[in-house]
């Protein structure tokens, strides 16, 4: 049976009249789901815009900017039905780094720009496998080095306090101030409620999200405090600060353009290269998790998504927004509400572009601490203490490249941290490999023959292993070199076998081949049956 008829299957034990796994019902008919999905992600993702754009040292503008195109363009063009795309917090240590290092949000944008090139590129090349390709280790301890980041980056803004520059301990360390009693009590209050909001005894009330729940309640409680003249009330130096957008100039004016001037630099390349790589395995791996919760079971094409997130990268590089991902946490609230149709995620752009046009002034009111407290309770959830237990019972080759590549993001930047950290589990792969046994080994009970049964895949990996346990044959033996089952040998397998024949009558050592006829002939260039 094949994974189409699988799939259909499924659909229709769930009542689905379908003869497809990839079937999607018409507009006409999942418009209600869909518009009502819509507002839950519009909710969720409004105040994770803001967020992101925060951490991000960027104006908080541009985080709509990127909800807005990764919604309106993303969602049209994306072959994912229920991933929503928009700014990420995986994203928001590279974005501080590089507008730091590259000197203004301006000439970052030109990276964002490039970053979208490439990834459109990657798309065209059928780069979608290459999420495959990262070890598990290492992906979770960038989500935990990001996430540790962000925490470290939002305790400042939690205080009432503004971040130093950098991205490591010390944006904490380095704040100015005494901490503000009215953020730490509003950033308390958003943080106690998103904490609740996660308990099974509050599923009834998930529809409605923590991180709104946690908003209103910090607009409303400041609001008190500054009708009632208290000293807890925060100024607007403390709140958030978006334009008024009363005209096209106003718009205009708002949309910061990319400083095309530093396009030679070779660090605007290097951030390029880094945004298109780090965006495309998070799209990747949030599509490969969403097209798990999707009930009708369908596979979204993850070349085609590619493409998607590049076309929407490059406008957010030119039209003044954040890099995007594809977002599980957008995706898994859309999933939820009973999205059925990549319409939902198109609606969510239109209603985020009418929340800032129409009511900017009710934006402006969200405490500063409120959002902190969302992003530092999403940083512990990337760095949740689990995933290092977790590590440590898969044994030592694998919580050492997880500690590794989380340890080396926060000392120096996350391409190198990832690097690090992959070149530590390429480490561990060779060394269980080598210990891996190329053959499996048979003693006669008729006879004193040794019967070496070799496995399907010899690879060069496998030269090292096989030879060390040929040469523990001792002067006398007889062997019988099996290689039936095998469907491929590299040449370096093939010479150690080839060589081992031809020594054995020196060493007084038997050895027939059987199945390896053709390795003899060849002169040692491998086999491939």
């Known amino acids: 049976m094949t994974a189409d008829s699988t799939r259909a299957r499924e659909a229709q034990v769930e009542g689905l009249d379908t003869a497809s796994a990839n079937w999607t019902p018409p507009f006409r ?21 803001l967020g992101v754009a925060l951490a991000s040292g960027a104006p908080l ?11 309106l363009v993303v969602g049209f063009a994306s072959g994912s039905h229920l991933m929503v795309s928009g700014p990420a917090a995986g994203l928001t240590a590279i974005v501080l780094s590089a507008i730091t290092a590259l000197g203004s949000f301006e000439a970052f944008l030109v990276a964002v720009f490039l970053g979208g090139l490439m990834q459109v590129a990657l798309g065209f090349l059928r780069a979608g496998v290459i999420g495959y ?13 990001i996430g540790i980041i962000i925490i470290m980056k939002q305790l400042p803004h939690a205080l009432g306090n503004a971040p130093a520059p950098g991205t490591t301990a010390s944006g904490f360390l380095g704040m100015s101030g005494a901490p503000h009693t009215g953020a730490l009590l509003l950033g308390s209050l958003a943080m106690g409620i998103l904490i609740l909001w996660d308990q099974p005894f509050m599923k009834r009330l998930a529809i409605v999200p923590g991180a709104l729940v946690a908003v209103v309640a910090g607009v409303v409680l400041n609001s008190v405090f500054s009708n009632s003249g208290s000293a807890f009330a925060l100024g607007t130096d403390r709140l958030v600060g978006l334009p008024i957008i009363g005209s096209g100039a106003d718009l205009a004016a708002a949309l910061s353009a990319p400083d095309w001037s530093v396009l030679a630099t070779p660090a605007i390349w290097s951030t390029a290269v880094t945004i298109a790589i780090i965006a495309s395995l998070e799209t990747l791996l949030s599509l490969e998790a969403t097209d798990r919760m999707d ?25 003044g927004g954040l890099p995007m991902t594809g977002v599980i946490v957008r995706s898994s609230a859309n999933v939820y509400a009973g999205a059925k149709t990549k319409a939902s995620a198109i609606l969510h752009g239109v209603l985020l572009a009418a929340a800032v046009l129409a009511i900017p002034g009710l934006l402006n009111r969200i405490p500063l601490a409120v959002l902190a407290a969302i992003l530092i309770y999403t940083g512990f959830k990337l760095a949740h203490p689990r995933n290092l237990v977790y590590f440590l019972k898969k044994g030592f080759h694998q ?7 989380t340890g080396a993001i926060l000392l120096t930047d996350l391409l190198v941290g990832i690097s690090v950290g992959l070149a530590a589990s390429v480490v561990f792969i060779l060394l269980e490999h080598l210990r891996s046994p190329s053959y499996t080994v048979a003693e006669s009970k008729d006879s004193p023959v040794t019967y070496l049964r070799l496995n399907e895949h010899l690879t060069f990996l496998s030269k090292a292993n096989l030879s060390t ?7 006398g033996s007889e062997i019988v070199i099996d290689g039936t089952a095998v469907k491929r040998i590299d040449h370096d397998v093939a010479e150690v076998l080839r060589e081992f024949h031809q020594s054995a009558p020196s060493r007084r050592i038997g050895v027939r081949l059987v199945g390896l006829e053709g390795l003899i002939k060849s002169g040692g260039d491998g086999l491939a049956h």
């Open 29 to 49: 008919e999942a418009w209600k789901s869909d518009v009502g999905a819509s507002v839950v992600v519009f909710l969720v993702a409004l105040p994770l815009c």
């Open 61 to 71: 503008f541009a985080g709509i900017v990127t909800g807005v195109i990764g919604g």
């Open 133 to 145: 390709y990262f070890p598990n280790a290492v992906i979770r301890g960038m989500l935990g080095g």
């Open 295 to 319: 009930p009708l079971k369908r596979e979204a094409p993850a070349n085609r998504e590619l493409v998607a997130q590049g076309i929407g990268n490059a406008l957010c590089g030119l039209a």
């Open 399 to 405: 919580w050492l490249p997880f500690v590794i590549t």
């Open 469 to 475: 346990g040929l040469q523990k044959f001792p002067p």
